[in-house]
Each structure stands twice: as structure tokens, then as C-alpha cells.
């Protein structure tokens, strides 16, 4: 069920517990500003998640609070996973969803990062 990304940060939505180690996930990377793991349910052969460590519901909110150093930390851990799973030469697809139109159904914000074949067209008909 998507969710409505206006509503204030759920301290336990399920990446906050990941966060925490209180749930398992398959971590590719941490650092003080960001942690990357593999989606459950991957829609490609690489199917990666990135999130910040600070509390964000969406892109939205991220942009409006985060410190720059926050935001520079997000955007370059991105780049970092991107780099380091060899999709900066074939080529990825970074997503990601906000709110009820954007089908957003974890409310902290994440990037899909998608690769490992050619992805398709961008959104479905
Ligand atoms: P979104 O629609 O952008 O909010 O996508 C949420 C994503 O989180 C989906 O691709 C799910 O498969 C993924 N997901 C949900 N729970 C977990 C989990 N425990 N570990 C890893 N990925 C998850």
C-alpha cells in the first residue's frame, strides 16, 4: 500500500529497523550517511537499495531538512555502490519512489538502483 510521504517520520518502518540491526538485511556498504543492502525482492539481476542513516520519509523531506553534509554523503554513497557493482559502464537505472503516485510503500526515503541487463522502458504504458 503506498504511502502518503507527508506524514511524519514512523521511527519503526522497516528500513529504520534495518538501520538498527534489528532486522537482518544483506548490507553492500555503510558509512556514516548512508547503508546500501540488496532488495528481498529483486526485479533485476542487481536490485540495490540505498538509504540514509538519518530519519527521512521521502526525497522531499531529505531535500527540505538534511544538512549538506547529509546530502552530499547520500548522493556520493550512491555513486560509490553504482561504482563499485560495475554498472557505471553498462549502465543502471537509479529510482526513486515518493508518496502515492510514485507507489512509495517504505516510508524512509530509498534509490533503487537497478542493473545487470538492459532495464526497458522507463515507466509502464
Ligand atoms: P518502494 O515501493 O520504493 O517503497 O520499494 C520498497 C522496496 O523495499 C521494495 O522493492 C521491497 O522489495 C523492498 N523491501 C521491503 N522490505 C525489505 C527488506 N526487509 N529488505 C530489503 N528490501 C526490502
Redesign the pocket.
Known sequence: M?IDATHPYDDDN??AR?LRGE?P?KRVYEDAFAVA?????P?APV?L?VIPTGAYVSWDDFSARASEAEIAGYIRAIGHVAREHGLVEPGYRL???IGAH?????PHL?V?LFGGRPLGIMLSQ
Open positions: 503506498p522497516i528500513f534495518i532486522i538485511a543492502f540488496h532488495d528481498i525482492a526485479q536490485h537499495l529510482l526513486a519512489n510514485g507507489g512509495q510503500e517504505v530509498h533503487h
